[in-house]
C-alpha cells in the first residue's frame, strides 16, 4: 500500500492550525474579566478585521502539504515507498504570518481565523494520494466553511486491467504500493454499459470524499477549487505519443464535474468553481488547443512561460523552453455519463496473470 499520512506525522501543520483556546482555570475570573476589557477588542470590528489581513494574509500559496515519494531500499524489484517531507517550503510560506493571533483569546481567534482561511490559497502540491487533504480538512474543523481557495496537485488516476466481467486486475510489474485501498470498479454514476477488455484509470474515491468534505450547510459561500495537473498531464489528451504512453482520460474530471453539481445543489450550500490549471510546450499548445477544446475543455487565462532544463546534466548546459500555461473548466456534462473506453495505448501493458493480482 502507499505510504499515508499517520496522526503523528501532523505535527508538521501544527503551525497553520489553531489550537484549542484553552479552558481557564477556576481562579482565572479577574483575569477573563479584565480580557473583556482589551483595548483591541474595544476597537471597531473593520478596524479589528485590517489588522488581521495585514497579519495573516499571504501574497503567496500557504504550502500545506509538499513532498515526494522514495525508494528506501535498493536491490528489490520494488522496495516500499517513503514521503520525504519539504517541510521548508511548508514553514516558509506561513514565516511572515503573525500565526499567534490563531491562538489568541476566543473572540480574537475566532476572527482572526476567518480571514486566515478566507484570505489564503491552501496549497497542497507533491506526491500524495488526497488523504493528506483529507486530514487537513478533518483538522481545521468548523474553519472549512471560510475557506475560498483550495489548490491540489492531481497525478494520473492509477491503472488496472479490465476484463469482460467488469473485475479489474493490477497491471504485471506494477508495484502494489501503488494501489489503494477503495473499491476500483467502475463509479456507479457512469451509465451501464459493455465491459471491453484493456487498461483503465482508477478513480480515487478520496476525491469525493474532498468535494463533499467543501459542501457546508448555511455557508452560502462561492470556493474555488484548483486542479493543478503539472506539465504535459491534460485529461482526455496525450499531446505526445511514444512507446509507454499512456492516456489520463476524462474519467476524473467528468466524475468532478458530477460530484460538484450534486453536493452543491443546494445553494444553501453555497458554490463551487472547479479550474484545473496546466501547462505544456507552446507549440504544442497552439497546435493542440482545438482537440484540447473538442474532448470537453474550456479554455482561458492562458500565459506565455518557460522551462529551464539540463538535458544531459552538464554545468553549463541549460536550456529553456517557451511553454504556455493556461486554465480549464469542463464543459457542462451530457447525460447519461459514460465511462471512458480503454486507453487506446492498452497493447503497451501486458494483462495479469494470475489471481492473486485482482484488486479487492
Not at 139 to 155: D, G, P, T, Y
Not at 226 to 253: A, H, K, R
Request: proline share 7%; charged share 25%; glycine share 4%.
Amino acid at each position: 500500500m502507499a505510504e499515508r499520512i499517520h496522526e503523528e506525522d501532523t505535527d508538521i501543520w501544527e503551525y497553520i492550525i489553531p489550537r484549542r483556546t484553552p479552558t481557564p482555570p477556576p481562579n482565572a475570573a479577574i483575569k477573563s474579566s479584565n480580557l473583556s476589557k482589551s483595548k483591541f477588542l474595544s476597537l471597531p470590528t473593520e478596524i479589528r478585521f485590517s489588522i488581521y489581513s495585514f497579519c495573516l494574509i499571504s501574497s503567496s500559496t500557504i504550502v500545506v502539504w509538499s513532498a515526494e515519494y522514495y525508494r528506501a531500499t535498493l536491490g528489490a524489484p520494488y522496495p516500499p515507498r517513503r514521503l520525504r517531507w519539504n517541510r521548508e517550503a511548508m514553514v516558509s510560506s506561513t514565516r511572515d504570518l503573525a500565526l499567534g493571533l490563531l491562538r489568541c483569546s476566543t473572540t480574537v481567534a475566532a476572527e482572526s481565523a476567518r480571514v486566515f482561511y478566507e484570505g489564503n490559497v491552501f496549497r497542497f502540491c507533491g506526491d500524495h494520494e488526497y488523504y493528506p487533504v483529507i486530514t487537513w480538512l478533518d483538522k481545521i474543523a468548523q474553519n472549512r466553511k471560510f475557506l475560498e481557495r483550495l489548490e491540489i496537485s492531481v497525478r494520473r488516476p492509477n491503472k488496472a486491467w479490465q476484463m469482460p466481467d467488469g473485475t479489474r486486475h493490477r497491471e504485471l510489474g506494477e508495484p502494489s504500493d501503488y494501489t489503494f485501498i477503495g473499491s476500483v470498479l467502475r463509479h456507479p454514476h457512469f451509465a451501464p454499459q459493455p465491459y471491453l477488455e484493456g487498461q483503465v484509470d482508477v478513480i480515487d474515491p478520496a476525491v469525493e470524499t474532498i468535494i463533499s468534505s467543501l459542501a457546508k450547510p448555511g455557508s452560502g459561500r462561492k470556493m474555488t477549487l484548483y486542479m493543478d495537473t503539472g506539465y504535459y498531464n491534460i485529461p482526455g489528451i496525450e499531446l505526445i505519443v511514444q512507446e509507454g504512453t499512456s492516456l489520463f482520460s476524462m474519467d476524473l474530471p467528468n466524475l468532478v464535474e458530477t460530484w460538484r453539481t450534486s453536493y452543491f445543489s443546494d445553494a444553501s450550500f453555497g458554490s463551487l468553481d472547479i479550474v484545473w490549471k496546466a501547462e505544456v510546450g507552446r507549440d504544442d499548445f497552439h497546435n493542440k488547443r482545438t482537440l484540447i477544446e473538442q474532448v470537453g475543455w474550456k479554455i482561458f487565462n492562458e500565459q506565455e512561460a518557460q522551462r529551464i532544463y539540463n538535458p544531459f546534466s552538464r554545468p553549463g548546459d541549460d536550456r529553456v523552453s517557451p511553454t504556455m500555461r493556461f486554465s480549464m473548466r469542463r464543459n457542462q456534462l451530457t447525460s447519461p455519463l459514460m465511462a471512458a473506453d480503454i486507453d487506446p495505448y492498452t497493447d503497451w501493458y501486458r494483462k495479469p496473470l494470475d489471481e492473486d493480482r485482482i484488486m479487492e
